[in-house]
């Protein structure tokens, strides 16, 4: 495993912006820059052993700065959507950014995707990593309490990209962070991700309204319709919302080791990606708006197809301040937050 680092360019405010690659011992690579803590590019091998770029993303990072669907980012200080654009905690009712119809999305208008990450290689237990940090003052976004987050990236030689965060707060305040990366195992570019095998071990989703936003509720998966506990191609299925934007209920709760969350196969490569968190949930989005407003310009000039990509950010239940009954997504002063999630990559 090795880092090397060269810069990514500069920002209007005149910070300097880098790129880290990370390599491990079989030549599979990642790419993170420490502007929002972006997966810029993952390269794995398929069944012939030929490495492709797995991951959407821009080319540089004034294509970054100009705006795009979260590609690859680390995203809080809540990932997911805060129902009406508000919370109310400890008696006090704090609004925030509606910047998602009605609701606040991925923690606002600058939220962690948009930040400059302290960054730093460590050797942790003889592996190289790459951790970024913040410090989210109080009131950021709206949200109460200063928080000081990391992110640790690292490519092992078992061909499993490691993402572990840390974070703790001097207030009690709403906490979900994810990573935003969208998958397309063919590679990505202009193929949508229609022929993936997408398994998800969830029982139940979160129930949603026409918006997407969250009803404290949660429903069993229905057959055919949003059970991925069997292998789904995904061209098999009409996919909206309900099945492919959607928060699954993972079937064990917040656990101190990763667990199976996912499983994801592309026959015609080979590519296959199994995803592990110590997270109570995951966020299946199927890419359905990439490119619906606008044709989304991504690595090399292709236009990304609406579905070019999948993600599975694994996560708690996001509006927990507003529906604790739901899931856990608070961070107080006396916790310390961690979580850790593995994208293991291998072929069949
Ligand atoms: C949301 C989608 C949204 C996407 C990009 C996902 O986490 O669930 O509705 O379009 O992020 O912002």
């Known amino acids: ?3 090397a680092t060269k810069p990514f360019g500069t920002l209007p405010t005149g910070e300097a912006v880098s790129l880290f690659t990370l390599t491990n011992k079989n030549g599979l690579s990642a790419k993170v820059t420490n502007y929002g803590g972006i997966l810029v590019a993952l390269h794995v091998p398929d069944r012939a052993g030929k490495l492709a770029d797995v991951v959407l993303g821009k080319d540089t990072l004034k294509d970054y700065v100009a705006g795009h669907p979260y590609f690859g980012a680390t995203t ?3 990932a997911g959507r805060i129902s009406g654009a508000t919370f109310t905690l400890e008696g006090k009712t704090y ?4 910047n998602n119809g009605p609701n606040c999305l991925h923690g606002g208008l600058q939220g962690y995707d948009k930040l400059v990450w302290a960054a730093e290689t460590i050797n942790d237990h003889g592996v190289d990593k790459l951790r970024l940090s913040i410090t989210d003052p109080d009131g950021s976004n709206g949200f109460p309490g200063t928080v000081e987050c990391t992110v640790t990236y690292a490519l092992l030689d078992d061909n499993t990209l490691e993402i572990a965060y840390t ?3 001097d207030k009690t305040t709403p906490f979900n962070l994810t990573n935003h990366s969208y998958f397309n195992l063919k590679g990505a570019g202009k193929h949508d991700v229609l022929g993936h095998e997408v398994q998800i071990f969830a029982d139940s989703v979160a129930t949603i309204d026409a918006d997407a936003t969250l009803q404290g509720r949660r429903d069993p998966v229905i057959a055919g319709f949003n059970d991925y506990r069997e292998p789904v191609l995904l061209s098999s299925r009409e996919l909206n919302i309900n099945n492919a934007d959607i928060h699954f209920f993972l079937d064990n709760d917040r656990t101190k080791l990763p667990k199976s969350a996912a499983v994801v196969h592309e026959p015609k490569s080979g590519r296959l990606m199994e995803v592990f968190t110590t997270e109570p949930g995951v966020q299946f989005y199927a ?14 000039g292709v236009v990304y197809p609406r579905m070019g990509g999948f993600c599975l950010e694994t996560q708690d ?6 529906f604790p009954d739901m899931g856990g997504a608070i961070l107080k002063p006396e916790e310390t937050f961690t979580s850790t999630t593995l994208y293991r990559f291998s072929t069949k």
Do not use: C, N, Q
Request: hydrophobic share 45%; charged share 15%.
């Open 95 to 98: 609004p925030l950014a509606a």
């Open 1 to 3: 495993m090795s880092i």
């Open 317 to 322: 239940y996001a509006d927990s301040v507003t």
């Open 287 to 300: 890419g359905l708006f990439l490119s619906v407003d606008a044709p989304e310009v991504g690595k090399g």
């Open 76 to 78: 809080g200080r809540v």
């Open 167 to 169: 974070a703790s707060t």
